[in-house]
């Protein structure tokens, strides 16, 4: 019985790890569509939050040194910018959740590595939360009377453009831990051969991008605002890349040649033969 009990907690790891990965011809693991999709779908989230918040919401308020006009922007689009706020919050949540998917996931290939890329999305999930809190601030002055009535209109209105530049910098500042993270995952993904070596090279350069753009948006804003655009095209590529790689390729059903191979007898414990050998000679 001892030996039966073994035997299948054995089987059922190595069933586990099988399940997980399965290895595609040629002895290149690849995602099982569970595994892919899930990951894909809480990336794909992230895409799609992050850049509705950042790429259309926070600019469409915004206009650097002019108190007036961002206050008026805000007073008429207060539905949009409650929006933005959720997006901002749901893209901090769903960050944490693909890191932490995709640390269990790679880790197996190095623990270090995976969590060297899960600590940044932590502290930027903390920054995108707090630059929320500042839009939903400004928002609160731009639309209560009481701001206008206590600082008057010029006072409410550069108190409505400050909160907003201290989440507009606040978000340049989580920038840094948007790019540090894809440095680790670009290195385990490569080297854990469940995607293609050029995505791995490609997420590490995007961290290059992301990094250059934020030191110049601080050192250098003339320069930044020129060269903004081309530093967004690596990491552009490179996550919508990853992300349609975890929904694609992992998602796809195994070829006809992928047979998962049937589980090899556990071995019997030293103990236990040494205890069915005395058995069988007292019989």
């Known amino acids: 019985m001892a030996t039966s009990a073994f035997t299948t907690r054995k089987e059922r790891h190595e069933i586990s790890k099988r399940n997980i990965f399965r290895a595609a011809p040629g002895g290149r693991a690849r995602l099982t569509p569970a595994v892919g999709k899930g990951r894909g779908i809480f990336y794909l989230v ?3 939050t992050g850049g509705f918040s950042e790429g259309f919401v926070d600019p ?9 006009a961002t206050s008026a922007n805000v007073v008429a689009n207060e ?26 996931l790679l880790k197996h290939v190095g623990k270090h590595a995976a969590r060297l890329m899960v600590v940044p999305v932590f502290i930027a999930a903390g920054i995108i939360s707090i630059s929320a809190v500042f839009t939903f601030v400004a928002m609160q002055v731009a639309t209560d009377s009481s701001y206008e009535t206590a600082f008057g209109p010029l006072g409410s209105s550069a ?3 400050l909160l907003l530049e201290i989440q507009h910098f606040t978000v340049l500042a989580a920038q840094v831990f948007f790019g540090l ?8 993904a490569s080297k854990s051969r469940l995607f293609p070596k050029a995505l791995g090279i490609m ?16 050192l250098l804003p003339g320069l930044a605002e ?5 530093l967004g095209i690596v990491p552009a590529i490179a996550e919508i890349w990853m992300v349609l790689y975890l929904l694609i390729v992992g998602v796809r059903s195994p070829r006809p040649t992928d047979r998962t191979p049937a589980v090899e007898a556990a071995p019997v414990p030293v103990s236990s033969q040494s205890a069915m050998t005395w058995q069988s000679t007292a019989l």
């Open 181 to 188: 993270w894809l440095a680790p995952l670009g290195y385990l």
């Open 79 to 104: 539905g949009l910018m409650r929006f933005g706020v959720i997006a901002h919050l749901t893209d901090a949540v769903f960050f944490l959740l693909t890191a932490v998917t995709l640390y269990l």
């Open 203 to 218: 997420l590490i350069l995007a961290t290059v991008s992301y990094l250059v753009d934020v030191v110049a948006a601080f």
């Open 159 to 161: 108190l409505v453009l």
């Open 226 to 230: 020129q060269i903004h655009v081309y």
């Open 46 to 48: 992230v895409g799609i």
């Open 60 to 68: 469409s308020l915004y206009v650097a040194g002019d108190a007036a």
